[in-house]
DNA sequence: CTGCATCCTCTTAGATACTG
DNA sequence: CAGTATCTAAGAGGATGCAG
């Protein structure tokens, strides 16, 4: 049942598992699918969280190397301060970033990718990949 | 410079490109990022296409096979007319799905994915992996 | 059957001010 | 420096009615 791979299948090797999106896909829900369901899928969270405004380029930025609170102000042009905190908050809690506070004065906050959030930029390539392809249609 | 990559960068091989997002990435954006390059990137409007509340759960649907317009309306719980045609819409206008008329009475009109919507699947796929991947932390 | 137009609600995000 | 609190504005999404 079990085999590593899950949620979205391959064009030519869709298969079943645990997860309702893929379910649907692996030809496993011929029905109604609930919204729960939906809206508890791990997968739909990710691709939420990578679509909400600022979070794709936040983690570009971490992508690129580990940042202070101010300085990510500074390059995210146009983010508020309550925004940044939350998408930053919301990174943590799917462990896609860390924070490291260093208790000097005034302090120091310091965020970075963990090996989670590097991984993801795997497959956020891929899907890049496939944006540009064949962009003249 | 163009070797058919772009965009999010793998962990141990970034390189830059002509979009901004991938140009942070690569180090090609020292300053701030502009927000109207961020929102104009094809990126960044891909991940929030698959973000929003319908987009995935169609696409998996279609995934499995061609749908009719009520067909899906009726597998989609909780999702209203006026949403499941703006859904529609929007992933045809980024040619991710095909909308055939039958000139019948009453007339039918059948939606099915194109063969950029299925290449689609692949880096889905990946990021349903990396979904799945260290569930336990 | 398929879908558009209207109205209405609720969530999300921006502005601003203030704190350890 | 790194946030939190509050208020407001904008937009996404739902309900309903009508039309080809």
């Known amino acids: 049942m079990s085999d590593g791979n899950t949620g979205v299948p391959h064009p030519d090797a869709p298969h079943p598992d645990a997860h309702m999106v893929a379910a ?3 030809g496993l829900m011929p029905g109604r699918v609930p919204a729960a369901e939906y809206e508890a899928c791990p997968v739909t969270h990710a691709v939420r969280m990578l679509g909400d405004k ?3 380029l936040v983690l570009m930025l971490l992508a690129e190397r580990a940042h202070r609170f ?3 102000h500074r390059r995210v042009d146009g983010i508020s301060q309550r925004m940044l905190t939350r998408t930053l908050r919301a990174l ?3 462990r896609l970033v860390a ?3 260093f208790p000097t004065v005034p302090p120091g906050v310091e965020y970075d990718l963990t090996e989670r959030g590097r991984e ?3 497959p956020l390539s891929a899907l890049a990949d496939w944006v540009v392809k064949d962009r003249a249609a």
Chains 1, 2 share one sequence.
């Open 99 to 101: 924070r490291t506070v």
């Open 54 to 56: 600022w979070t794709l």
């Open 70 to 72: 101010n300085e990510l």
């Open 24 to 26: 649907a896909v692996g």
């Open 92 to 94: 943590e809690d799917d």
């Open 120 to 122: 993801l930029l795997v």
